[in-house]
């Protein structure tokens, strides 16, 4: 799982020195003063903060900074927290955007500081997260109060424990004082609409509808009925991720070949508007499944379609298909993804196929990576929004009988998108009683 390192904060009191940049007129520092050489320290006071994700509550801390006997000029501090296993590839350019920070130092008024992520030459090989403070001039003790916030979707990203480091340096780049940052991060429960819902079909044509619970067990409600007469369709796929707070498309070919669009209402007591038609003659496809960029269909004679969206996921309306190539009857399972599509082959090998961002209608994918074997134990895999909180989307597999298993999904360098982990969670048993999963 891709991890990362978040911050918390804290005001405190005491003198106010001159903040370099700030409104305040102060007192210039003495020209051609400087730090002296030495060993300074830095204490955060009263141990890790903990800060809850989605409270609206900025988390504070504070830390009391010590410098060497005899230091003057100015000093400029600041917090550096590595984000450990995290290639710069899997990250969001804006992820520093998502931290909101203030600084006091000794009871100065508060004021907003940024973070940032350097990268490129002269940023070091660690990728950290750094918060930079403003220049104060030096004194014996300096304590610094810092306030941290964060949004919600950062928790995908974040460690629920973190740990790097405050530093205080004088005119060259080597510290004169530093010590241990660390925090405590608690996750919470995601919104809903940042997990994920699974539907069940069973015998007598009823759709069922199970919520995430948005726990780290990966754990789902008790069924909720959606309604009945879904036996009118031989398939029913996603089109996009279906999520706890109603959102999230369906299709399904009824037994006259017609394609139908369910678009999701928002409301997760009834999460489907009455249906749309498409079009007709889809009986030719023996597998139909969304994915990022639109449908895919293979047809009876092994050829794989793409159906791009013409306008927006929004709506169910798609770009003339476009030929992919032929031998996709090697398969026998597959499901849509946010980023490709997974299939399971005859022989029980799970396959990535990763969305090509310069490929084109005709060839939208990567060359497939392999994933593992053993997969024809189960009878039906799917994809799903995660099920957990903050792990990323799951891959939800039925096995033979019926028990249900949870696959968190990480980033693979190797298949260039996510694929499933090798551990996998149970998280139902008696779902053979169902025909369907979407």
Do not use: C
Not at 211 to 235: I, N, P
Not at 265 to 285: C, E, H, L, Q, T
Not at 316 to 329: H, I, L, Y
Not at 344 to 350: F, H, M, P, S, Y
Request: glycine residues 12%; charged residues 20%.
């Amino acid at each position: 799982m891709r991890t990362a390192l978040v911050w918390a904060t804290a005001l405190a009191v005491g003198m106010t020195p001159a903040v370099f940049g700030a409104a305040t007129a102060v007192a210039a520092p003495v020209r051609g003063a400087a730090v002296q050489a030495g060993t300074g320290t830095v204490v955060q006071e009263g141990g890790r903060p903990t800060f809850r994700v989605g409270s609206g509550v900025p988390a504070k801390t504070t830390f009391k900074v010590t410098l060497p006997a005899g230091a003057t000029g100015p000093v400029k501090a600041r917090l550096v927290m590595p984000l450990l296993n995290a290639p710069a590839d899997s990250l969001p350019e804006h992820v520093a955007r998502a931290f909101t920070s203030t600084v006091s130092v000794n009871g100065s008024p508060a004021v907003p500081v940024a973070w940032d992520l350097p990268t490129g030459p002269g940023s070091g090989d660690d990728l950290s997260l750094v918060l930079d403070l403003p220049a104060v001039e030096a004194a014996g003790t300096l304590t610094y109060g810092v306030t941290f916030a964060a949004e919600d979707w950062i928790s995908g990203y974040v460690a629920p424990v973190l740990d790097g480091r405050f530093e205080v340096t004088g005119a060259s780049t080597t510290p004169v004082a530093s010590g241990a940052a660390g925090f405590f991060l608690d996750r919470g429960t995601p919104d809903r609409s940042m997990h994920g819902a699974l539907h069940a079909r069973d015998a007598n044509g009823v759709l069922w509808r199970y919520e995430s619970l948005g726990k780290d067990d990966s754990s789902l409600t008790a069924r909720v009925r959606v309604g009945g007469g879904w036996d009118a369709y031989t398939l029913i796929t996603r089109l996009t991720p279906t999520r706890a707070d109603g959102k999230g498309n369906l299709l399904a070919r009824d037994k006259a070949g017609v394609l139908w669009f369910h678009e999701g209402s928002g409301n997760p007591a009834k999460p489907f508007k009455p249906r749309v038609r498409i079009s007709a003659g889809w009986n030719d496809y023996t597998a139909i499944t969304g994915y990022e960029d639109g449908m895919l269909a293979r047809d009876k004679a092994g050829v794989l379609w793409n159906f791009e969206y013409k306008d927006s996921w929004l709506s169910p309306t798609f770009e003339p298909r476009a030929r992919v190539g032929g031998g996709w009857n090697v398969y026998t399972a597959w499901t849509g993804t946010r980023d490709g599509v997974l299939t399971r082959d005859t022989a029980g090998v799970l396959w990535k196929h990763s969305i090509d961002p310069d490929g084109s209608r005709a060839k939208p994918f990567f060359a497939r990576a392999r994933v593992g074997g053993g997969w024809n134990t189960y009878g039906t895999v799917v994809q799903t929004p995660d099920l957990g909180r903050w792990t990323g989307d799951d891959l939800v597999a039925l096995d033979r009988s019926g028990r249900l298993w949870a696959y968190d999904t990480v980033y693979s360098a190797v298949a260039r998108g996510g694929v499933p982990t090798s551990t996998r969670e149970r998280i139902g048993w008696g779902w053979n009683i169902y025909n369907a999963l979407i």
